[in-house]
């Protein structure tokens, strides 16, 4: 850690020309990296605010697809580069919260390597099952899986995703045994759940709202505080009786760590109108986000607050993607 903050601080030194000089700012082309492959949730909710922040910060704003795993291969680029807040990335529950505890180590840390810059919001998760599932509803299911412990499977988009992990956290907080079937991704764990293959899953709404409203599968609880206005009539797990259960994956804007407060001001600044934009705003709403505009002090305290609700049940369950 100590080498990490030598070398960042002599990095910054190298860069300090550059960096004073950003009176101009932005005077050049944008790049934000996107570490998930491009056509992915994500990486549509960075072309459709790159698309709304370039009219305000009048410089093209260029995607930049870094995939690998499992987010470090982005958030390395990042942390290594320049910050003069012509790279910035796309920053979720993996880089931020989950990473630290489900690999040995990071070539960066969330806390320290980079420059928070806004919320972009929250995606809640829904615990669905196939409709030909005896349960009917939530108790009904609580009762099935209490009655049948190990017997039930789970589909999850990966191991060590929000998904997989908000399974674990109703597990621990219900205190029931369902077995974790992983999958790459969203399309083959929700094809599986909708062919009752597997027979339920937490389910982001970005992926899911459309087969949800279809009936394809069916929603028994939110996972977040409160309801969402896209599904009104699904229930909270708090409502129902299961306390400390908080689970969503959520979106940020990062770049490295030391970039000018102007510099920051300025992207927080597009970013919030962006999020307020009535166009944008309306194409989250068909993704399930509910944006989460803010200052950057108030997304990076959402993100460690998530790296310390999940570090326990990551250690706890023995999850790593070493």
């Not at 072309?47 to 697809?65: D, F, H, K, W, Y």
């Not at 409502?239 to 804007?253: H, P, R, S």
């Amino acid at each position: 850690m100590h080498r990490r903050r030598f070398a960042l601080a002599v990095m910054l030194l190298a860069w300090a020309p550059a960096i004073l000089a950003q009176g101009d700012y932005p005077s050049q082309m944008i790049k934000w990296v996107v570490p998930y492959p491009a056509g992915g949730g994500t990486d549509n909710l960075a072309r459709t605010l790159a698309e709304s922040m370039r009219a305000g910060l009048g410089q093209q704003i260029v995607i930049e697809n870094r995939p690998g795993a499992a987010t470090n291969v982005g958030a390395e680029l990042v942390a290594r580069s320049r910050p003069d807040g012509y790279t910035v990335m796309s920053g979720d529950n993996a880089v931020l919260a989950f990473n630290e505890y489900l690999f040995k180590s990071l070539p960066f840390s969330p806390e320290k390597d980079f420059t928070y810059i806004g919320a972009i919001g929250k995606f809640p998760l829904v615990l669905v099952v196939n409709p030909a599932f005896p349960a009917r509803n939530f108790k009904e299911f609580l009762d099935y899986v209490r009655a049948n412990p190990g017997k039930v499977n789970y589909a999850s988009v990966g191991n060590g995703s929000p998904h997989h992990l908000a399974m674990e956290m109703f597990k621990h907080r219900t205190k029931t045994f369902i077995t974790h079937i992983p999958y790459r991704g969203a399309a083959p764990a929700m094809q599986d759940v909708m062919a009752g293959h597997v027979p339920a899953m937490f389910l982001d709404l970005a992926s899911g709202l459309s087969i949800i409203q279809s009936g394809k599968v069916r929603p028994l609880a939110i996972g977040t505080r409160n309801r969402t206005p896209v599904l009104p009539d699904v229930p909270t797990l708090a409502e129902l009786g299961v306390e400390d259960v908080d689970v969503f994956a959520f979106q940020g804007v990062l770049g490295p760590a030391g970039m000018p407060a102007e510099v920051v001001r300025r992207l927080n600044d597009a970013l919030n109108k962006a999020l307020k934009n009535p166009s944008v705003m309306s194409r989250f709403t068909d993704f399930g986000l509910e944006p989460t505009p803010g200052s950057p002090e108030q997304f990076r305290a959402l993100a460690r607050a998530e790296s310390r609700k999940w570090g326990p049940i990551i250690k706890a369950n023995h999850i790593s993607l070493d």
